[in-house]
């Protein structure tokens, strides 16, 4: 493992020298600041994130940043700052791309939603909910798409690419003060710790990377909320996923008394897994299902446990997005 981990030096200076192209022809004044650029990463990995991180660079550069003029106006210093971070958090490596330009326009991406068919006229949708729409193929807030991009444009490949590396991505932004993405990575594509669960007779992997905490409910713990199955975690109300749905399998108990529930996700999409049993924690490789097999949805790979048991290791954003897409869905009808 340690021959296959790199610094992201090289990374952050391709992308460093890729904004200031950007920033001379599109005549803005930018600093480009780093941090962190001697966290490792694997190498694979690299090379993986390498176009997404561009796009999102591209994207400050363009539309994050805003002309001398504006930010003069705006009482801002006309010189806009653009920063590259990378930290070793346990298992994984966040990589934050943060510039201080006009932020997302909420109410503009809600109007848009509208405009599309993507939300009806009267929703009201939370901050975050309005971010997420970011992330729907095509959706742009841009009213001119330039050379260079256009914010939104290209935010679900992105999403895409990062999932198939059990990788998350998230997004803070405030109006005029700016935006940042965060993305969270395993530090490796080969070896992770994994949870593993029990849903009726089968076994499955959580990449323990994606797990935040577990905790066990009663059946008086689930409530309904716009027909969807909910439970109050704290501050927050926590939508669930039972897996055992979700897979088209049958429980050993119809009705079970007690239950666990696996909160995954990141800060802004976060949802409960129901399982039957928490088995521990092992750390796994995980294997290519194969051209035939690629396409079950919610499946990232498969591993062998130490008893020569074959389990499927699971897509936790795969997971969460089709229960969205399937919420929406039911909403709408």
């Not at 001697?38 to 994130?49: A, K, P």
């Not at 991180?53 to 940043?65: E, P």
């Not at 975050?128 to 679900?156: M, N, Y």
């Not at 009705?255 to 990141?266: A, F, I, K, L, T």
Request: glycine share 8%.
């Amino acid at each position: 493992m340690e021959v296959r981990m790199v610094p992201l030096n090289n990374l952050f200076d391709r992308l460093t020298r890729m904004a200031r192209k950007l920033s001379r022809e599109s005549g803005k004044i930018i600093d480009i600041r780093i941090f962190g650029e001697e966290t490792e990463l694997d190498r694979l990995m690299i090379e993986e994130i390498a176009d997404p991180l561009m796009h999102i660079v591209r994207n400050s550069v363009d539309h994050g940043i805003e002309t001398q003029e504006e930010r003069i106006k705006s009482g801002k210093n006309e010189i806009g700052t653009i920063k590259l971070s990378a930290t070793q958090k346990g298992g994984h490596v966040v990589i934050e791309v943060e510039d201080d330009g006009g932020g997302i326009n909420i109410k503009r991406v809600k109007d848009i939603a509208v405009e599309k068919g993507l939300i009806a006229l009267n929703s009201s949708l939370t901050e975050k909910e309005a971010i997420d729409l970011l992330f729907t193929p095509g959706f742009s807030t841009s009213k001119v798409v330039t050379e260079v991009s256009g914010r939104g444009v290209g935010l679900d490949v992105v999403r895409k690419n990062l999932i198939k590396l059990n990788g998350t991505i998230d997004i803070e932004t405030k109006e005029k003060a700016g935006t940042r993405f965060i993305i969270t990575l395993p530090l490796t594509l080969m070896i992770l710790k994994a949870l593993i669960v029990q849903v009726a007779d089968d076994i499955f992997a959580l990449p323990i990377n994606s797990v935040s905490e577990s905790l066990m409910i009663t059946k008086r713990d689930i409530q309904t909320v716009e027909r969807r199955e909910v439970i109050q975690l704290r501050e927050r109300t926590l939508p669930i996923l039972r897996l055992e749905d979700a897979f088209d399998m049958k429980s050993k108990d119809v009705n079970p008394d007690s239950m666990y529930v696996v909160v995954v996700g990141s800060a802004n999409r976060k949802i409960g897994f129901v399982v039957d049993a928490l088995l521990g924690q092992q750390e796994i490789v995980i294997k290519s299902l194969g051209k035939i097999l690629s396409g079950i949805q919610g499946v990232a790979g498969a591993t062998e446990l130490g008893n020569r048991k074959t389990v499927l290791v699971l897509d936790v954003s795969a997971l969460i997005e089709e229960s969205v897409q399937d919420y929406k869905e039911e909403v709408k009808g």
